[in-house]
C-alpha cells in the first residue's frame, strides 16, 4: 500500500513544490491550506504522515497536533518550524511529534525524516502484530509462551486448574512458579475466594508455624491475641506453598495433617478446625533427592506430588526468549513512557545464546535496563547491563551501531572494532601486552603504537611483560 501523507501549510507555493516533490518519491500527497481544512482531510481519510508548518493564522501547530494525535493516534506528525522556534518545536515533541525540521530545508532532509518515520512506523506495525498473536496465541492468563513445552504446560493448566487437586510445581528461580500459581488459582472455581502465598522460607520456625497455623492468645510471649494462620486464611480458596523445600522437618508432620485430613489446630490451641483448601506447592530443589537424603518426609512427599508441573528454565525454550522480550518491551516502554520498538539482530543473537541463569526475571530486568538506558528505537548492546559485555565476545566486538545513522565512517567503524579487539586481547591476557600482541597476531611495537593512538587512554593494568 502506498504511503499517504497530508501537508499542511498556508503559503501556496510551499505546499504546492512539496507535493510535487513527494510526489516523485512516489507518496500519494493531499493538501490542506490551514489546521481546520487539515482536520477536515483527516477525518474523511487516514494519512500514515502529517507534515505541518508550526505557525499558521487559524490554530497553531501544536493545537493541530494534539488534534491530530486525538483524531488519528497512529498517524506520525513532522512539524516544520522557523529558524527561532526551536522552544515551540520542543514542546511538539513532547506533545507526540515525530520530527520537526527547521526552515529552510532541502527536500533531501525532509525526505530522510520521512523514511525514518516509515521505518519507525513499521516497527509500530509489526510490534502490534506480534502482540495480537502473543495475546491470542502464546498466552494463558499471564503466562506467555510459544515453546512445545509451555503449550504442554498449558495444556496441564487447562486441565487441573478446576480441579482441586495439590499441585507441586517445580522450577528454576525465575522461571514463573508463582505466575502459575495465579493463573491455577484464578482459573478455578474458587477464584472469587482467597489466594493466600506463604514462603517456607522464614527463617524462624515458631515464626512459621504461626503464620502457617495461627496461634491462640498466650500461646507464647507476645501472642496478645488469638491469630488466623494462612490456613485459615485461605479457607475456600487456595494456598500456595511457596519454598516448600525449606520446610523444616518437624513442621512437615503438621503440614501433612492439614493436607492429608484438612484439619489442624493452631499453636497453642486445642480445638481441630477444619478448611476447605486447595494446595499449590513450589520447589527449587529436586524434592525427590531431599527424600533420599533425609531431608523431606517421603509421605509428605508424596501427598505434594500428586501432579507435578515442571518449568523448564529459560535456556531450555530459547523459542520463548523473543516474544517475552516483546512483551516486557512493550509493558515497559508503555510504562516509562519510551518509544523502543525492538531489539536489534547483535542483540537478538546475544539474547539466545545467554544462558539466562536468572531466567525471566533476569530478561524481564535486563529489557527494564535497556528501556531506562535506551536512546533509540531499538535495543543495542549498549543499552544491556555491564555483565552482558563479557559474553559473547565474537558478536560484541563487530558490531558497530548503526543506528539513526544515515552514513557510516569505514575508518572510524574500523578503529572502533580494533579497540575492541585490543581491549579483548588486553582482558584475555591480563593486561600482558607482549602475550596480548601474539594473539594479535601483530608486532608488540604495533600494539604499542596503536595503544598510544587509543582516545581516551586506557587504563592498563601494570604487567611485567614477561612471558611466564
Ligand atoms: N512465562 C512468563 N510469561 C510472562 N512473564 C513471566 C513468565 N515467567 C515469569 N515471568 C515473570 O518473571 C518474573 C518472575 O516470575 P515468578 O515470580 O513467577 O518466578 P518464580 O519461579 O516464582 O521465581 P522464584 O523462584 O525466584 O520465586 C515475574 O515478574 C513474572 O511475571
Ligand atoms: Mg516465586
Redesign the pocket.
Known sequence: MKTRILVVDDDKLKRVTLKTQLEDDGYIVDLGENALVGLEKLKQQSYDAVITDLRMPSMDGITFLKKIKKLSPATEVILMTAYGSIENAVKAMKEGAFEYITKPFSYDELSIKIGRLLEHQKGKIQIETLQKKIQSQY?YH????RSKI?QTVFDKIDVLADSDTTIL?E????????????ALHYNSHRKNNAFIKI?CAILNRDILESELFGHEKGAFTGAIRTKKGRFELADRGTIFL??IDDIPLDLQVKLLRVIQERVFERVGGERSLEVDVRVVC?T?KDLKQMVAEHKFREDLYYRLNVVKIA?PPLRERSE?ISI?SQ??LKKLTEEKKKSITGLNPEVEKIFLSYDWP????E??NVVEHAVVLGKSDQVSIDDLPDYFCEIPIQSKIFAVNTNRKNQIDLSEAISEVEKKLIIWALNQTKGNQVKAARLLKIPRTTLRDKLSRIEPPLQISEDDDSLS
Open positions: 498466552r499471564n503466562i506467555i509462551g509451555m510445581i522450577g528454576e528461580t525465575g522461571t514463573g512458579k508463582e505466575l502459575l500459581a495465579n514462603s511457596d519454598e513450589a527449587k518449568l520463548d517475552l512483551h516486557f536468572g531466567n525471566v526475571r530478561l524481564e
